[in-house]
């Protein structure tokens, strides 16, 4: 499946942005979605991740509470909604579909098998 991440910006800190990942096949709704970031000189590191049906969630503890994930599979899109923005929360955001069981994604995985393209996410303090 052919990834499509939008929405990403420059954001003063303590707004918000909703990020998009657009999926080209109805096949979308068989796979988990994840959000990962990198800022430049970090590696890259999971935000959250939202599973096939959208029943099963994680968040990275530093933004619980603050970042929204859900998922439309009627639309074949998942979404990021990130409240609060910190100057931290800098990166450029990726999404990815795995269809690696739950407890793999949990732990931490990144060998998802669909990425899409990177979307640049800037808040300013």
């Known amino acids: 499946v052919q990834l499509q991440a939008s929405g990403g910006g420059l954001v003063q800190a303590g707004e918000s942005l909703k990020l998009s990942c657009a999926a080209s096949e109805r096949t979308f709704r068989s796979y988990s979605t994840g959000w990962f970031r990198q800022a430049p000189g970090k590696e890259r590191e999971i935000v959250a991740a939202?599973?096939?049906?959208?029943?099963?969630?994680y968040f990275l503890d530093s933004v619980k509470g603050r970042f929204t994930i859900y998922r439309d599979n009627a639309k074949n899109t998942a979404y990021l909604q990130m409240n609060s923005l910190k100057p931290e929360d800098t990166a450029t955001y990726y999404c990815a579909a795995t269809q690696l069981v739950w407890s793999a994604v949990l732990s931490g995985r990144t060998d998802y098998s669909s990425w899409g393209q990177g979307t640049l996410v800037t808040v300013s303090s």
């Open positions: 939202i599973g096939r049906s959208g029943g099963t969630i």
